[in-house]
């Protein structure tokens, strides 16, 4: 739906006040033609944070380019080291406890180690993505070379 609208606030024309990003929001979903469905957010990098910000942008339409064909970032443990791809040492632990580390809407197993070893991190964060259907957004191999 398509709706002409010409508003007039306070002696300020309407494309004035589009600049305001919050009035562009309250704008576009009054007249009807952008939803969050049909917007699209680019994520760079499915590491623990990029799937964080895939569920959190979830009522939008989103895309997470990824340059390694893996999700999880730096806990997902790599044997042989790749340039330029961190990951976790085989003795990794955190340095702080489970709940400290957790996400507020995905507590952490009670069995897991409070303290967690780099495997339980790297199980936790892939539990969280797929409970929340995230990890169907990621494309893999796609490294980001620039953003305009
Ligand atoms: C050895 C080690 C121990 C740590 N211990 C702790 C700890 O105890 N507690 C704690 O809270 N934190 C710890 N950290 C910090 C850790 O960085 C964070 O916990 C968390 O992993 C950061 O998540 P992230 O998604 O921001 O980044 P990352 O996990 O680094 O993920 C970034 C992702 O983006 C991808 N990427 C990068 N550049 C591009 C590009 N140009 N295009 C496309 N994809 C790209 C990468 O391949 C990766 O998958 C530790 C880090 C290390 C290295």
Redesign the pocket.
């Known amino acids: 739906m398509k709706t002409a609208l010409k508003i007039q606030i306070i002696g300020k024309s309407l494309e004035q006040l589009l600049k305001n990003w919050k009035i562009l929001t309250f704008s576009v979903f009054f007249a009807g033609k952008v939803t969050p469905k049909n917007k699209k957010i680019a994520v760079?990098?499915?590491?623990?944070?990029?799937l964080a910000a895939l569920e959190e942008e979830g009522g939008f339409n989103p895309v997470c380019?990824?340059?390694?064909d893996k999700p999880g970032?730096?806990?997902f443990y790599r044997e042989k080291p790749e340039d330029g791809?961190?990951s976790?040492?085989p003795s990794?632990i955190?340095?702080?406890s489970k709940e400290l580390?957790a996400l507020s809407t995905f507590p952490p197993k009670k069995e897991s180690n409070n303290f967690m070893r780099h495997h339980e991190i790297y199980e936790y964060i892939m539990d969280y993505a797929t409970s929340k259907g995230v990890l169907k957004y990621i494309r893999y191999k796609?490294?980001?070379l620039k953003v305009k």
Request: charged share 15%; aromatic share 16%; proline share 0%.
């Open positions: 760079i990098g499915a590491g623990f944070f990029g380019f990824e340059k390694t970032g730096t806990w791809v961190g976790t040492m990794t955190i340095n702080h580390g796609k490294e980001v």
